[in-house]
């Protein structure tokens, strides 16, 4: 069974301040995507990274950065000089590489507000 | 617009009745995806087809849901004698096969069910 856990309900920070969202997640599986998606007030998942297990290289997009590491099952998102626009709700989720698993698992999501 | 499109954005209904929801995936997108997502929660899968057949369906789609595709382009969800347990954000998304894109979903804004 595969789970991702977001400890981090709510987070609240001024503008301009650097932010990480932490997911932690449990697979049995030797081979994984994880996912980060972005859900602001519209609704619509928006999807933001993709990574291979196999590929701990960490990425960085702008002012979006990400650091995965396998030896403590983590794939935590860092956004730098945050903008009230990051305001959103953001998701981890994992899905196993085999034939035939097509479902993510998500987890609970943390919401961040970027105050002004 | 080319993206994951959903109707109705919101249903309001009483205890009891039908309800049915439609999604339009991305043309050129073969396999689509119904989630459920409740208040502070992440989605939750529920089913996918890869064209019209339906290849998975989760524990949470009781007797009451039925998904279809029935040309393999856009689907419905439909509920039947709706419980209150049942208001919840429904998603679809859609993707390519694997071996076609790199497993990332594309999501609808969801149509949003509030049982009375």
């Known amino acids: ?116 | 617009d080319t993206g994951v499109s959903q109707n109705p954005r919101h249903k309001i209904t009483k205890r009891g009745q039908n309800v049915t929801f439609r999604c339009d995936p991305i043309s050129e997108h073969n396999r689509l995806y119904w989630y459920r997502q409740t208040l502070g929660q992440g989605p939750e899968f529920l089913t996918y087809f890869q064209n019209e057949a339906q290849l998975e369906k989760s524990r949470l789609l009781s007797d009451r849901f039925s998904a279809e595709r029935p040309k393999g382009s856009f689907s419905t969800l439909e509920i039947q004698r709706t419980e209150q347990g049942d208001s919840a954000m429904y998603l679809c998304a859609s993707s390519l096969a694997p071996g076609q894109g790199h497993g990332e979903l594309f999501f609808g804004e969801g149509s949003r069910l509030t049982v009375l």
Request: with cysteine; charged share 20%; net charge neutral.
């Open chain 1, 1 to 116: 069974a595969q789970k991702v856990t977001q400890a981090q309900t709510e987070i609240s920070v001024v503008e301009k301040e650097d932010v990480t969202l932490d997911c932690v997640y449990e697979t049995r599986d030797t081979t994984y995507y994880l996912f980060w998606y972005k859900q602001p007030p519209s609704g619509e998942l928006v999807f933001l990274i993709r990574r291979n297990s196999f590929d701990e290289q960490n990425e960085i997009s702008g002012r979006y950065s990400w650091n995965f590491q396998k030896s403590t099952s983590s794939f935590n998102f860092t956004i730098t000089a945050s903008q009230v626009v990051d305001s959103a709700v953001y998701f981890c989720a994992l899905r196993p590489i085999i034939q035939g698993a097509q479902k993510l698992v998500f987890g609970q999501g943390t919401r961040l507000t970027i105050n002004p």
